[in-house]
């Protein structure tokens, strides 16, 4: 089974400045997707970005970005110039290429400060 | 597109009673997912369906638990009897293939 791993139950950065979420899974398949969700106090699940794992070029959204280091099994999002809306639970999530359903990580909370 | 539709989304119900959590995805979309959101456990998988036929329901946690798509515009999630530690967010979420859409989820208190 796959799992996700998010070493950071909670981050905190200033307005402006720049974060990194960390996550690391676990799998032995070479065709999946890698996702970042935003959940909001209004619990809402927002998909942030996501990574084809066969594709070598880091997925970019507007501020945020990931890091997908294949070998190493790590797909951190960083976020650049950080808003005060930025604030939320972020989770990493996969899934196989194959399939449809998400195995999430636990989340990381993230606070922005003014 | 109204998105995914949850409903109730809030729950207030008394242990032993039976819980109805409702869903009608996003039109055109083949795929239904129902998760569950504890502090504990995080989010969960719990069944998914594809054109209304269940293909994985490996994560229903006990035979009080039961979930339908009787229709490609609706679907349900029935526990009974319903206990304290069901106590969670309910999230129903539609694809049409690789992105799915969540919708608000439904916050189920048991008392």
């Known amino acids: 089974a796959q799992t996700v791993t998010q070493s950071q139950p909670e981050m905190s950065v200033q307005e402006a400045e720049t974060v990194t979420l960390s996550c690391t899974y676990d799998?032995?398949?070479?065709?999946?997707?890698l996702f970042w969700y935003k959940q909001p106090p209004s619990r809402q699940m927002i998909l942030v970005i996501r990574?084809?794992?066969?594709?070598?070029q880091n997925a970019t959204e507007n501020r945020f970005s990931v890091n997908f280091q294949k070998a190493a099994k790590s797909f951190s999002l960083k976020i650049s110039d950080s808003q005060l809306g930025d604030a939320a639970m972020y989770f990493c999530?996969?899934?196989?290429?194959?399939?449809?359903?998400?195995?999430f990580g636990k989340g990381t909370s993230l606070l922005v400060t003014p | 597109d109204a998105g995914v539709i949850q409903s109730p989304r809030h729950e207030v119900t008394e242990m032993g009673q039976e819980v109805t959590l409702r869903c009608k995805p996003i039109s055109g979309h083949d795929y239904l997912f129902w998760y569950r959101q504890t502090m504990m456990r995080g989010l969960e998988l719990l069944i998914y369906f594809n054109n209304n036929v269940p293909i994985d329901d490996s994560g229903m946690p006990e035979d009080r638990f039961s979930a339908k798509m009787p229709n490609a515009s609706f679907s349900t999630l029935k526990i009974q009897p319903s206990e304290p530690r069901d106590s969670a967010v309910y999230f129903c979420a539609s694809s049409l293939g690789p992105l799915g859409t969540f919708g608000s989820g439904t916050r189920l208190t048991v008392v």
């Open positions: 999530a996969y899934r196989h290429g194959s399939g449809y359903a998400l195995n």
């Open positions: 799998t032995s398949e070479s065709d999946y997707y």
């Open positions: 990574q084809e794992a066969y594709k070598q």
